[in-house]
């Protein structure tokens, strides 16, 4: 009997770090779609794989005030209640505000505000699906994925201070 390895299959991403005015973002391409931004403190550099290319792009053109939404094939493997929570988030306008209660009415559900939280935390595409957008209805900006300086940011941004 043949002594063989296994191959174990691993998903193959490529990824670009790039600099903005609110830190390094990371994109990783699995295939033919962007499978995630996120915040990261790796070195600049990395793939040129064109999709990744073109997230940079349209995400420096944000940062300019040059873009207000995104045209990019998003991987999105998650529950029906969050993909439900990220497609309410995508209809927020740029530059305006809603709430966790907001969302939860949008996707029928509305006494599930902790659970529209729960999606925001698990979001995987930072700034694309804008869940900075998002705030208590008590005050205040509330929590971010990239931090609570990037979420200001993003909204000032947005509202052009």
């Not at 999606?119 to 700034?127: C, F």
């Given at each position: 009997?043949?002594?063989r ?6 998903d ?10 609110v830190?390094?973002l990371?994109?990783?391409v699995e ?15 990395g793939?040129?794989h064109?999709?990744?290319r073109?997230?940079e792009?349209?995400l420096?053109?944000y940062f ?15 529950t ?8 309410a988030?995508l209809?927020?306008p740029?530059?305006?505000?809603t ?7 949008a996707?029928?559900r509305?006494?599930a ?8 935390r ?11 957008r998002?705030v208590p ?14 979420k ?7 509202r052009g201070?």
């Amino acid at each position: 009997m043949e002594n063989r390895k296994r191959r174990i299959q691993t998903d193959k991403r490529d990824a670009r770090v790039f600099s903005t005015p609110v830190g390094r973002l990371k994109i990783e391409v699995e295939g033919d779609a962007i499978a995630a931004i996120a915040r990261t403190e790796d070195v600049p550099g990395g793939t040129e794989h064109p999709l990744a290319r073109e997230a940079e792009a349209q995400l420096l053109e944000y940062f300019k005030g040059e873009r207000t939404s995104f045209d990019l094939p998003l991987a999105i493997q998650t529950t029906p209640f969050y993909r439900e929570v990220y497609e309410a988030l995508l209809r927020v306008p740029y530059g305006e505000v809603t709430t966790y209660g907001d969302i939860a009415r949008a996707v029928g559900r509305p006494k599930a505000y902790r659970a529209v939280g729960g999606a925001m935390r698990s979001n995987k595409h930072i700034i694309v699906i804008p869940c900075h957008r998002v705030v208590p209805a008590s005050g205040g900006i509330g929590n971010y994925g990239g931090g609570v300086a990037m979420k200001a940011a993003l909204l000032r941004l947005e509202r052009g201070q």
